[in-house]
């Protein structure tokens, strides 16, 4: 389906019954639709803060404006959370968005409490907080706002070059150390992105403002995720190597791994896109986890294991020593913290 990262509708492994379209002679025959419309669906949750209890991730916050993601990526592990919602990890994931206008208002209650002490929120924890539909609601630009009033540091991952819309606001928080921005850019051949994330930027014009950014003081690095045997592993030299060239102070990436029914939508997506190679690229995924395409495994499960794991972890060491030698972000300042805003500035 043009322009999005699949047509399937898996059912929804947690629905009582399935939905679908039915000709009603019994005719079992797909109905496809050229032009799929993004639906937005607003939501008005209790909280906004997710905790994180993963030993294998960072930080403990994280802060999602926005459920499911228009982007499309095929691998992307947060599809099996839309399932939580009440759709289906597939398209749905991709045409019905969740959005969270209330989002802003409730970090600043969290910031607010007596409970609270600064620490590293992370945006872009599940799905991309500059999706395209950043640009209708801003969601994003107002949570940057709330760290900036109260001094709280974050993280922020994103594959979207809409982010240099709020410079203004990042430069400010880049001047008190209170930021670190991770671009994701997962590969360089233009074919390959259009099939493999096709709503996000372009690999070129996200270089291009990761320099801007880096011209304003605002410390950013690039994650190489997922790296995928086989479509894209042969890349890293040439991701690293530019990404350093624009202004990456780190790097680091994470391999494919497709739990839930991802298998399903991305072996579909591997015969569709890339016959040749699907059975061998499909193979080198379940070299990397003992012999499946999924893994749970705390410490395995985003870094794989066996000898391909081992190739591809000694390449991207030996870029990062070459392209990143004596490069590194700078430390967070916790000490710029204000329980209550700006009121403490008086």
């Not at 492994?13 to 009603?24: D, T």
């Not at 907080?129 to 969601?139: D, H, M, S, T, W």
């Not at 991770?182 to 996000?200: A, K, M, N, Q």
């Not at 880096?214 to 190597?241: A, D, S, W």
Request: charged residues 25%; contains cysteine; hydrophobic residues 35%.
């Amino acid at each position: 389906m043009k322009g999005r990262g699949t047509g399937l509708q898996p059912n929804n492994r947690f629905a009582s019954q399935e939905r679908g379209n039915y000709h009603e002679e019994g005719i079992d025959e797909q109905l496809l639709q050229e032009r799929v419309p993004t639906e937005y669906i607003v939501e008005h949750p209790k909280t906004v803060m997710s905790k994180n209890e993963s030993p294998d991730i960072p930080f403990t916050y994280s802060i999602n404006p926005y459920q499911g993601c228009e982007h499309g990526c095929i691998y992307c592990y947060a599809r099996n959370s839309h399932e939580y919602w009440g759709y289906n990890m597939g398209l749905d994931f991709e045409r019905k968005i969740v959005v969270k206008p209330d989002a802003p208002r409730l970090l600043e209650k969290s910031f607010l409490s007596p409970s609270w002490k600064p620490q590293v929120v992370m945006l872009s924890g599940n799905t991309d907080c500059y999706q395209p539909a950043e640009r209708k609601y801003g969601i994003t630009r107002e949570l940057l706002k709330v760290f900036q009033k109260y001094g709280n540091p974050l993280g922020i991952i994103t594959k979207n070059a809409l982010i240099e819309r709020d410079l203004d606001v990042l430069s400010d928080l880049a001047s008190e150390n209170l930021v670190h921005v991770i671009f994701t850019i997962t590969s360089l051949d233009e074919e390959l992105r259009r099939v493999l994330e096709p709503r996000t930027s372009h690999p070129l014009k996200k270089l291009k403002v990761m320099e801007k950014l880096t011209q304003r003081g605002i410390p950013c690095g690039v994650m190489m995720g997922p790296i995928i045997p086989g479509l894209n592993n042969t890349e890293i030299p040439r991701i690293l190597k530019l990404s350093s060239e624009y202004g990456a102070l780190t790097s680091t990436f994470t391999l494919v791994r497709l739990n839930g029914q991802l298998g399903i939508l991305f072996r579909e997506w591997l015969e569709t896109h890339f016959p040749d190679r699907a059975a061998k690229v499909w193979n080198q995924i379940c070299s990397i986890h003992d012999g499946q395409v999924n893994d749970s495994e705390f410490g395995r499960r985003m870094r794989g294991e066996g000898p391909l794991a081992e190739s591809i972890h000694a390449m991207f060491s030996k870029m990062q020593s070459k392209y990143f030698k004596d490069k590194k972000m700078p430390d967070y300042d916790f000490t710029r913290f204000r329980r209550k805003g700006v009121l403490n500035l008086f």
